[in-house]
Every structure is written in structure tokens, then in C-alpha cells.
T-cell receptor, first 113, second 113 residues
Framework: KAGVTQTPRYLIKTRGQQVTLSCSPI?????VSWYQQTPGQGLQFLFE???????NKGNFPGRFSGRQFSNSRSEMNVSTLELGDSALYLC????????????FGQGTRLTVV | SQELEQSPQSLIVQEGKNLTINCTSS?????LYWYKQKYGEGLIFLMM?????EEKSHEKITAKLDEKKQQSSLHITASQPSHAGIYLC?????????????FGKGTTLSVSS
């Protein structure tokens, strides 16, 4: 069974630009969650999508958004990039929402210059 | 809001030695996850504990969730260089809206041969 796939693995963007990251969950999994990992703040929850609906949202500005498609693949978008958005972005795939194992992808390393 | 504190922050052990990592929550744990991460990479799912008193093992790693469900420990027996990495505990705070894990800051394990 293929694992969680995130693309691209690495990305360099300029301040003010926008970026879209993609996550393909494990086949059959309907929940996709996104996390931001930085050395200072650690791992922080961004949002969760289940059956194309946002179920939960962390404490991030509206520049961070996401969506989920009917095949459960998910994208997250960050607009008007700031230097502080440089981080490892991880997505996690779960069969259901809440209380089930969550499997993470390899992450997308975003660098904003 | 719920917080997870991991101890120790880092440790260095000699190959073959046993070690324990602790994760203490400020609130009752409804689901406790243990992950391992190599620097800059994705999280590898180790195990999930849900019931007070529950104990699970995988190869030489054993995790327990205490009866009061506010602390978990991860024990590695006869450590090997392959065990080196960052160990993270994550908690599902019982948010009925879905999956939104919060994480501890991690414990960095080095194994010297």
C-alpha cells in the first residue's frame, strides 16, 4: 500500500508570492490534516479535511487555506508569503476523522526568501 | 489549551542500553500517539494508545498510557543506532470535531556505538 505522498519535496519562493502544496493520502483514507513544523514552534496543526469538508482549523491567519477533492487528495495554499512561513509542511492521512491512526508524509520544505 | 511536555529534551545512550522517554499532558488524554522523526523528514508512526493502562509493543519499543490518562512513557530496550532520531508524542485532545493533534517539543535520541 502506498504511503502518504507530498509534492513537491522542496520549494523556494519569494516574499509576497503564493504557493500550493499537494498531499495524496493513503488509498481509502478520507481524512487529511496539515501541520507546520518550525524549530521555534514545533509541530502545529493547520487544518483537517474530511470528505471534502474542513472539520477543524488551527490558529493560523487566513493566508493559509486548503481544500480536499473527491478523491481525498488535498492541497494547501499560502498566499502573500512571509519569511516566517519558511517551514516543513506535513500532511497526515487517517481512515476516519478523530481517534484513528494518523500517518504522515515526508513533508514539503518551503523556504521563503 | 492542552499542552504536552516531553522529558528529557535530549539524551545520549550507549548502544545496548535501555531508555525511557516521558510525555505528560496538562489535560486528560483521549488518544496518545508516538512518532519518530529523522531530522527534516516526515513522521514515522510508532503506536497509538487510547485506554488508560494500555500498553503496546513494537519490536524493542514499548509504550504505556497511565491509568489516569495524563502521562505516557516510551521505553526502548537494548538501544541500537537505528533508534536514533527525534521522538514525538502527539495527543488527540478529544475534540469531537475531528482530528487535530497537538505535539510535544520532541526528545532527541542519540545512540553511541
Amino acid at each position: 500500500k502506498a504511503g502518504v505522498t507530498q509534492t513537491p519535496r522542496y520549494l523556494i519562493k519569494t516574499r509576497g508570492q503564493q504557493v500550493t502544496l499537494s498531499c495524496s493520502p493513503i488509498s481509502g483514507h478520507r481524512s487529511v490534516s496539515w501541520y507546520q513544523q518550525t524549530p521555534g514552534q514545533g509541530l502545529q496543526f493547520l487544518f483537517e479535511y474530511f470528505s471534502e469538508t474542513q472539520r477543524n482549523k488551527g490558529n493560523f491567519p487566513g493566508r493559509f487555506s486548503g481544500r480536499q477533492f473527491s478523491n481525498s487528495r488535498s492541497e494547501m495554499n499560502v498566499s502573500t508569503l512571509e519569511l516566517g512561513d519558511s517551514a516543513l509542511y506535513l500532511c497526515a492521512s487517517s481512515p476516519l476523522t478523530g481517534g484513528t491512526e494518523a500517518f504522515f508524509g515526508q513533508g514539503t520544505r518551503l523556504t521563503v526568501v | 489549551s492542552q499542552e504536552l511536555e516531553q522529558s528529557p529534551q535530549s539524551l545520549i545512550v550507549q548502544e545496548g542500553k535501555n531508555l525511557t522517554i516521558n510525555c505528560t499532558s496538562s489535560k486528560t488524554l483521549y488518544g496518545l500517539y508516538w512518532y519518530k522523526q529523522k531530522y527534516g523528514e516526515g513522521l514515522i508512526f510508532l503506536m497509538m494508545l487510547q485506554k488508560g493502562g494500555e500498553e503496546k509493543s513494537h519490536e524493542k519499543i514499548t509504550a504505556k498510557l497511565d491509568e489516569k490518562k495524563q502521562q505516557s512513557s516510551l521505553h526502548i530496550t537494548a538501544s541500537q543506532p537505528s533508534h536514533a532520531g527525534i521522538y514525538l508524542c502527539g495527543a488527540d485532545g478529544g475534540n469531537q470535531a475531528g482530528t487535530a493533534l497537538i505535539f510535544g517539543k520532541g526528545t532527541t535520541l542519540s545512540v553511541s556505538s
